[in-house]
């Protein structure tokens, strides 16, 4: 059981928006900024997210993250075949659950 | 080009022992943590450790750090760090990723992934 908590699974249409949630506790997104990998299957996780909202160099617009309290939230707009892949939310925990905490995962389905 | 690259895929009987590599190249090693990340078939990601190679300061997850005999380190003159067990089990089969740090503090995010080691334990 992972210390964040992610939804297994979401699906959308082409163009669609869609959000993935990201739940966790004061120790972690309470206190800590939050980051967001992407994992195509069989290929290693990349960075989309980090710092909560803050998009790495080549990482298009349509990624955008927030946080609020203990919580935090991937949104991916204009959906796009490419976008199915496994995402992740991470946070740094100051608790004996430290120090970097990973969600379970989130399958995008793009129907 | 930043890159971190891997050892190759490893196949072990259980109770034996291995050393998986991470040797990173495009960068100063010393100024960024490696991290070690694991995946189980069709699981999630897992943090087991992360090492700085400036000081070899080590963190280790707690899921790791107790029943399951690992220990990371790094070789700084060869810009490479390592992921070791002493004595394999069949629950360690899972592919295991190294990740760099995208700054010198311990809470930076990962922005560089080396390819991935798979590793199967089996008798």
């Known amino acids: 059981q992972s210390v964040l908590t992610q939804p297994p699974s979401v699906s959308g249409t082409p163009g669609q928006r869609v959000t993935i949630s990201c739940s966790g506790r004061?120790?972690?997104?309470?206190?800590?900024?939050v980051n967001w990998y992407q994992q195509v299957p069989g290929t290693a996780p990349k960075l989309l997210i980090s710092s909560n909202n803050q998009r790495p160099s080549g990482v298009p617009d349509r990624f955008s993250g927030s946080k609020s309290g203990t919580s935090a939230s991937l949104a991916i707009s204009g959906l796009q075949s490419e976008d199915e892949a496994d995402y992740y939310c991470a946070s740094w925990d100051d608790s004996l659950n430290g120090p970097w905490v990973f969600g379970g995962g989130t399958k995008l389905t793009v129907l | 080009e930043v890159q971190l690259v891997q050892s190759g895929a490893e196949v072990k009987k259980p109770g034996e022992s291995l050393k998986i590599s991470c040797k990173g190249s495009?960068?100063?090693?010393?100024?960024?943590?490696i991290a070690w990340v694991r995946q189980m078939p069709g699981k999630g990601l897992e943090f087991m450790g992360i090492i700085f190679p400036g000081d070899s300061d080590t963190r280790y997850s707690p899921s790791f750090q107790g029943q399951v005999t690992i220990s990371i380190s790094a070789d700084k003159s060869i810009s490479t760090a390592y992921l070791q067990w002493s004595s394999l089990r069949a629950s360690d089969t899972a592919m295991y990723y190294c990740?760099?740090?995208?700054?010198?503090?311990?809470?930076?995010?990962?922005?560089?992934w080396g390819q991935g080691t798979r590793v199967t334990v089996s008798s």
């Open positions: 004061s120790s972690n997104i309470g206190s800590n900024t």
């Open positions: 495009g960068y100063i090693f010393t100024n960024y943590w």
């Open positions: 990740a760099r740090s995208m700054g010198i503090e311990v809470v930076d995010p990962f922005d560089i």
